[in-house]
């Protein structure tokens, strides 16, 4: 078996499993962690629980202006890279076949070009996000594993994809295999590391906003 047999069946076949049990078993976990029952009597006028949740998790997609100058940039740089992963995984046309394998959905793909810059972008706001967290004191305090960990399971699907389009050092064969192994990495990783974050925003802030809404307080 070759390195690309290797990485195209069991790596990533494996891979998917532990990605999916992740997921399952962390969303099982939460939700079924015990909860005491908030006695506390809503404020006159607060709105339903359901739209105190969007509220609060619209409000938290950008900065008050009192803590905008020192933030905005971390800010913005994650919008890049997030946006940026979103359109290179969803938008390339080999990404598009391969989900269209295991899920039967299609669309249109993007210029191979497009995509290109998106990766180079995108690659340039993830060194960016680890050169703030490298320099700034607080940030580099609060870093364990877990954080640097995250970081290079994300950048290296997009630099090992972007080496594998290009054909740049090695057999196109053997950067696809590294590239899919990297994926792989990365679905073994999300479920367990602080990527899961991708699922877990959408219950904190809501979770935040409705907590706010029933007190009363202005978001």
């Known amino acids: 078996m070759s390195l690309l047999d290797f990485a195209r069946g069991p790596a990533l076949e494996y891979a998917f499993a532990i990605f999916l049990f992740g997921i399952l078993w962390r969303i099982a976990s939460l939700f079924l962690l015990p909860r005491a029952k908030d006695r506390s009597v809503p404020r006159p006028g607060a709105p ?10 619209v409000r938290h997609m950008w900065l008050r202006p009192p803590y905008g100058q020192s933030t905005v940039f971390a800010l913005v740089n994650g919008y890049i890279f997030h946006v940026g992963l979103a359109i290179i995984v969803f938008g390339f046309g080999p990404h598009i076949l391969f989900i269209n394998g295991l899920t039967g959905l299609s669309w249109p793909n993007l210029p191979s070009g497009v ?8 690659l340039a706001a993830l060194a960016a996000a680890l050169v703030r967290r490298l320099t700034s004191p607080v940030l580099r305090l609060l870093s364990g594993f877990n954080d640097y960990m995250s970081w290079l399971v994300t ?4 630099l090992t994809g972007l080496l ?12 696809l ?16 590391g602080k990527l899961f974050h991708a699922f877990l925003v959408f219950v904190t802030r809501s979770q935040t906003g409705a907590f706010y809404g029933r007190r009363g307080v202005q978001i």
């Open 48 to 57: 339903a629980a359901a739209v105190s949740a969007a509220r609060g998790f």
């Open 177 to 192: 295999a590294v590239h899919i192994l990297s994926i792989a990495v990365f679905l073994i990783w999300f479920p367990f």
């Open 164 to 175: 594998a389009v290009s054909h740049l050092g090695a057999k196109y064969e053997t950067l």
């Open 115 to 122: 995509i290109s810059v998106v990766s180079v972008v995108t």
């Open 155 to 158: 950048t290296a699907p997009v």
